[in-house]
């Protein structure tokens, strides 16, 4: 499956070659494919330079741990995500240091992962994050600290066969990427 | 100046060349550059593909624009975004299309800019973005509808002469770049 962006300016072939499918190779990444996507996260800028950007990993070949973290997802998700050789969930630093709060929390996670993608990208991989997960029982089960929120669940692996999906996910698989055009996303500044 | 992340694995070019300069060149950008900009934002993904990302764009080409732009930065920041020949400020629409609160409005324009970072690296250009300007007075001087909030402003250009800002500001120009460490961001997940 190529889903190239049908892009009216050439952009970078790392972005236009981005999107998120749901068929993953059972392949696992090398802890050093995850330490890149990590590294690259880390990289990103962010308000104050807080770097609120936290994760958990969980890789198919340590399944107990796999296992728990794919329990999370929602059902729907569940069908194909849990098939994901890597599993992360992203997770906002609420506050800064100073205690006040991170207006940029969740924004900035946002850019950790768009550079995230951007590396996946440029190693063969494939990423699809997901809003469907437990986010109360994620707490719990990560045992993450006040002030801390769970964002997004994501799936990372190689790209697989859409063959394999179930009929329903199949053709949602192979639908054409779709995008606003741009003069809805560019406002314009009124005469003053 | 070359402000290569000094990474611990090797990340994409894209990635570890990005940085955010206070020194910009006179040099304008042309609408090719700035489309090229918008196009990669708009192919970020996002939640259910709500695509809340929106832009007001000011170029110093159209100086009357540009000023009042500018006029919305933090005196800290005018001091050296103002001279930015191109100016940015991006927008997250909070609801979806059914009036639903959209929890990752903004962690969504984060991924859009995720993807217009690497695109104006990937075309030679430099963004830093800023969350130090007046929110209340761009809801005003750009018109913003009900749901939508101000987010962030942007500076863009051609890399400039850190000989010609302010001492104080040459100064941090030239600190190296930090991050926190990894095993810092990726938090363990305890034992059941």
């Not at 958990?56 to 849990?82: F, G, I």
């Not at 996670?109 to 993608?117: D, K, T």
Request: net charge positive; aromatic share 6%; charged share 25%.
């Amino acid at each position: 499956v190529e889903k190239l962006a049908r892009t009216k300016v050439a952009i970078d072939p790392l972005l236009a070659r981005r999107w998120s499918p749901r068929a993953f190779s059972s392949r696992q990444p090398g802890a050093d494919h995850v330490d890149s996507l990590l590294e690259a996260a880390r990289w990103a800028p962010s308000c104050f330079n807080a770097q609120p950007w936290r994760f958990v990993v969980a890789r198919a070949d340590e399944p107990e741990r796999h296992a728990r973290v794919a329990s999370l997802l929602s059902d729907k998700n569940r069908r194909w995500a849990a098939a994901a050789p890597v599993l992360m969930v992203t997770i906002a630093r609420r506050d800064f240091d100073n205690g006040k709060p991170n207006a940029y929390a969740w924004h900035d996670v946002g850019l950790a992962m768009g550079n995230l993608l951007t590396q996946a990208t440029s190693l063969g991989l494939v990423v699809h994050q997901m809003a469907g997960f437990d986010k109360d029982r994620a707490r719990v089960e990560l045992a993450l600290p006040d002030g801390y929120d769970p964002v997004a669940m994501v799936a990372i692996g190689f790209p697989g066969d859409p063959a394999e999906l179930p009929d329903d996910l199949r053709e949602r698989e192979a639908a054409p990427r779709v995008r606003k055009p741009l003069d809805e996303l560019v406002l314009r500044v009124p005469s003053p």
